[in-house]
C-alpha cells in the first residue's frame, strides 16, 4: 500500500521529520493534552495567542488544552546545566486560528534542545531548522537575526528600557523614521544613528551580511556577539544550507523571554511562517532553571493548503 495517497500531508511531515530528528540524537518527547493554567498565565507573553481553553478538574484545579509546547517540556524536564537533552514532539496545541479567528487544534512538530547549549548546539539547531523547511517546500527561506547584537548596540548607546522597546517594535515594522525619531530622542550623534539604523536595513544573504556585521561591534560585548553570529553563519555555510538563509535583524521580538538567536521559516505559497524558533535562556531563568535552551517549533496546518495549491 501506497501510505502517501491515505495520508494527509500534515502527517506525512510528522514522519519525515520524526526521522530527520531522531537521525541527530533526539528523542521523542510525550506529553498531556493538557497542563495548570496557572503555568500560561504567568508566561502569556510568551504565548502566540493569550486566548486559551479552560476546565475545571474533578479536584477543583483550573487545567487548559495545551496552547504551547516549549513550557510544558521546560516545566516538566529536570534541570541539566551540565548535560544535553535533545528532545522532539510532534503535538496537537489548541489555540485560536489566524484564518478562522476560531479556536482549532493544530498539529506541531519541533524540537527542543536544553542544557549545557554552546555554538556548535546552536549551529545544529539552525541546520534542522533549515532541513525542515527543505522537507516542506524546496522554495522555503530561513530568516535569522540576533537579540543580543540588538542588546548589545542599544545598551553601548545607553538607550533607556522605554525607548528599547520602541526601537525593537519599529525593528519588526523596518520603520527607519521611527528609529531615527527615537535615536533623536536619545541624543545620539549621526553616526550613532547611522549604527542604529543599520539594524533595520541589513537584510540579506549570508555572504551579503557577513562582512558588514562588523559596523555593531561598537564595545566588547558587541565584538563577542557578533564574532559568534559570524561563526555560526560560516559553520551553517559550509554545511551546506546558507543558500535559503536570510539575516534579517526585524526577526527580533521577544526580548522579555529570548535572548541570541531569533528566527523564522517561510515556504512559498503560504502567506505565515511555517517555523519559529530562537533561544530562550531568559524563559528558562524566569522558570528557576539554569539550563540553556534553543528550539523551534513547526506549524504543520497550511501544509494541506500547500498541497492543494
Do not use: W
Not at 150 to 165: A, I, T
Amino acid at each position: 500500500m501506497n501510505f502517501e495517497s491515505v495520508l494527509r500531508p500534515e502527517e506525512i511531515a510528522v514522519f519525515t521529520l520524526r526521522a530527520l530528528y531522531s537521525k541527530f540524537g533526539y528523542v521523542q518527547y510525550k506529553m498531556s493534552k493538557f497542563e495548570e493554567y496557572d503555568l500560561y498565565v504567568k508566561n502569556k507573553d510568551f504565548l502566540v495567542s493569550d486566548n486559551v481553553i479552560t476546565f475545571t478538574d474533578t479536584d477543583g484545579r483550573l487545567l487548559a488544552l495545551k496552547p504551547d509546547v516549549t513550557l510544558s517540556i521546560i516545566k516538566n524536564s529536570k534541570d541539566m546545566p551540565n548535560e544535553l537533552l535533545k528532545v522532539y514532539y510532534n503535538e496537537n496545541v489548541y489555540r485560536v486560528s489566524k484564518g478562522t479567528r476560531s479556536y482549532k487544534e493544530i498539529m506541531q512538530a519541533g524540537l527542543e534542545c536544553l542544557g549545557n547549549i554552546d555554538s556548535a548546539s546552536i549551529t545544529e539547531v539552525l541546520f534542522l531548522a533549515a532541513k525542515s523547511l527543505d522537507l516542506i517546500s524546496e522554495d522555503n527561506v530561513l530568516e535569522i537575526a540576533d537579540s543580543d547584537i540588538v542588546s548589545s548596540v542599544l545598551d553601548g548607546f545607553e538607550f533607556s528600557e522605554f525607548n528599547k522597546k520602541q526601537v525593537v517594535s519599529f525593528l519588526g515594522d523596518k520603520n527607519v523614521q521611527g528609529v531615527n525619531m527615537v535615536c533623536r530622542a536619545e541624543g545620539l550623534s549621526q553616526t550613532q544613528t547611522d549604527i542604529v539604523e543599520k539594524l533595520v536595513t541589513l537584510y540579506g544573504s549570508v555572504d551579503e551580511v557577513l562582512p558588514k556585521l562588523s559596523c555593531f561591534a561598537i564595545n566588547k560585548t558587541a565584538t563577542t556577539k557578533v564574532k559568534e553570529l559570524s561563526l555560526i553563519l560560516s559553520d551553517l555555510k559550509f554545511l551546506g544550507v546558507s543558500d535559503k538563509i536570510c539575516v534579517d535583524f526585524s526577526v527580533v521580538n521577544n526580548m522579555k523571554y529570548y535572548n541570541g538567536l531569533q528566527f523564522r521559516g517561510f515556504v512559498e505559497g503560504l502567506p505565515d511562517s511555517v517555523l519559529s524558533g530562537g533561544q530562550y535562556d531568559k524563559l528558562m531563568n524566569k522558570m528557576h532553571k539554569k539550563s540553556r535552551a534553543i528550539g523551534f517549533a513547526v506549524y504543520l496546518d497550511g501544509i494541506d493548503r500547500l498541497s492543494k495549491e
